[in-house]
T-cell receptor, first 113, second 110 residues
Framework: NAGVTQTPKFRVLKTGQSMTLLCAQDMNHEYMYWYRQDPGMGLRLIHY???????AKGEVPDGYNVSRLKKQNFLLGLESAAPSQTSVYFC????????????FGPGTRLTVT | TQLLEQSPQFLSIQEGENLTVYCNSSSVFSSLQWYRQEPGEGPVLLVT?????EVKKLKRLTFQFGDARKDSSLHITAAQPGDTGLYLCAGGNAGNMLTFGGGTRLMVKP
């Protein structure tokens, strides 16, 4: 049982380049989330999904797009990277309904130069 | 926008000392979770509290949810080096999202 995995672990981009971060979970969870973590700011929600084919905006969605074509995968895209998007990105998933634990992946450290 | 403020931001103590971390908001939350994060890893859930005034204990860690469900505290007794990490509180309401505090970075020196 791998839990939540993220690909890649590290990436360096130049301003204006694009990339996609992949999140996969093997727990059959309905809900999936993308967060960014910056020093002193905890975790801020970028986008989330409550099921296959659905997505919704979180607190800081600008500059990012997401897709949930399969239940187990949640993709985060940066179309034109900016230095302000330098951060550590975490994916999380949880069961639907109630108050359930979010399970986090190990993170992707992204640097935009 | 609901905000959660954690204090202190940083805490460096000696092994064996006690400490308390606070998580405060002007908003009411239906639940409050505490996570711990170690370097290079994602956060891991420690506890969930849902009732105002609720106290939960996890070995040397004691968690309390304020009576008005606007604040929470985490108390560690006799801290050990293995307690070192980033502690995050997260408030939940009806819906599917959590609001995270800024975190408290704890270092316990042997």
């Amino acid at each position: 049982n791998a839990g939540v995995t993220q690909t890649p672990k590290f990436r360096v981009l130049k301003t204006g380049q694009s990339m996609t971060l992949l999140c996969a979970q093997d727990m059959n969870h309905e809900y999936m989330y993308w967060y960014r973590q910056d020093p002193g700011m905890g975790l801020r929600l970028i986008h989330y999904s409550v099921g296959e084919g659905t997505t919704a905006k979180g607190e800081v969605p600008d500059g990012y797009n997401v897709s949930r074509l399969k239940k187990q995968n949640f993709l985060l895209g940066l179309e034109s990277a900016a230095p302000s998007q330098t951060s550590v990105y975490f994916c999380a998933s949880r069961r639907s309904g109630g108050i359930y634990e979010q399970y986090f992946g190990p993170g992707t450290r992204l640097t935009v130069t | 926008t609901q905000l959660l403020e954690q204090s202190p931001q940083f805490l460096s103590i000696q092994e064996g000392e006690n400490l308390t971390v606070y998580c405060n908001s002007s908003s009411v939350f239906s639940s409050l979770q505490w996570y711990r994060q170690e370097p290079g890893e994602g956060p891991v859930l420690l506890v969930t509290v849902v009732t105002g005034g609720e106290v939960k204990k996890l070995k040397r860690l004691t968690f309390q949810f304020g009576d008005a469900r606007k604040d929470s505290s985490l108390h560690i007794t006799a801290a050990q080096p293995g307690d070192t990490g980033l502690y995050l509180c997260a408030g939940g309401n009806a819906g599917n999202m959590l609001t995270f505090g800024g975190g408290t970075r704890l270092m316990v020196k042997p």
